[in-house]
């Protein structure tokens, strides 16, 4: 039988601070990014804030606070804003195919050329002090904004393009890396559906076996205060979650 020992449907499970470093507009908070093929969930632990998201459907600002559950599909572009202490435990659909890069910065058109370029302009430097860690952060930050902002006025004013064009853009940015991801995804949420399906299957013939196989799994964060797009992240290492037996292949 298909078996599946990651967290519930491979969803990722990771704690976040949302950043309180002021911005241009005058407001604090994160990175304004999308990613391509997870929905994202929020569930609000304390603080006060909100979600500023843009689809072509439009701008809206969704707001945050403790109790509150939010999640959106993917290409919405989204900002957190913190108000004051936000913090958020963050749900994320296909676990290991966030961490595999499903997420794109709203960076200038120019910064999205290629991959190469792309990854220059957002990458953080690997072993820098926290001090170097955070600037490299708030430029990526910054940066993203500029082209956040662009494409939430081109919205507003009626004119569709540029978020069609940056569409275009984060899916060619993505594209070397779909065969990684689709090997991903069959390890963790495929996998973890297709374990339903088996149990379902053997308890319609009657065969309760897989119930004496059961057992409990915990673990505390792997990493606690990475920099991470919207704020400090305490992450758990099943975020890339495994299967025991992968499904066949496509």
């Known amino acids: 039988m298909v078996t599946f020992a990651g967290p519930p449907g491979a969803v990722a499970v990771s704690h976040l601070s949302v950043y309180d470093w002021p911005a241009a507009d005058g407001l604090c908070g994160g990175t ?4 391509l093929t997870c929905t994202e969930g929020y569930v609000v632990t304390g603080g006060a804030g909100a979600v500023q998201t843009l689809t072509a459907s439009g701008f809206r ?8 559950l939010v999640w959106f599909t993917p290409g919405t572009i989204h900002r957190l804003v913190n108000d004051g202490d936000l913090r958020i435990v963050v749900m994320m659909q296909n676990s290991g195919l966030p961490e595999a890069g499903d997420a794109v ?3 200038p058109p120019e910064q999205l050329r290629d991959p190469e370029t792309y990854a220059a302009a957002t990458a ?11 600037r490299a952060a708030r430029a990526r930050r910054d940066l993203a904004l500029e082209g956040y902002d662009a ?33 991903r995804w069959e390890r963790g949420a495929a996998t973890a559906s297709a374990a339903t399906g088996a149990q379902l299957a ?45 499904l066949p292949g496509p």
């Open 151 to 183: 494409l939430r006025r081109a919205t507003e004013a009626g004119d569709p393009e540029p978020l069609a064009a940056f569409h275009r853009a984060a899916a060619a940015l993505v594209r070397p890396r779909l065969d990684e991801w689709r090997q």
């Open 105 to 107: 910065l709203t960076l």
């Open 202 to 246: 053997a308890l319609g013939r009657g065969d309760a076996g897989h119930l004496a196989e059961a057992e409990v799994r915990a673990e505390q964060p792997s990493v606690r205060g990475r920099f991470g797009m919207c704020g400090r992240l305490d992450v758990y290492a099943t975020s890339a979650a495994t299967a025991r037996e992968p």
């Open 32 to 35: 304004p990014h999308m990613h």
């Open 124 to 134: 953080l430097p690997a072993g820098a002090s926290e001090a170097g860690q955070e």
């Open 61 to 68: 600002q969704t707001p945050l606070e403790p109790g509150s």
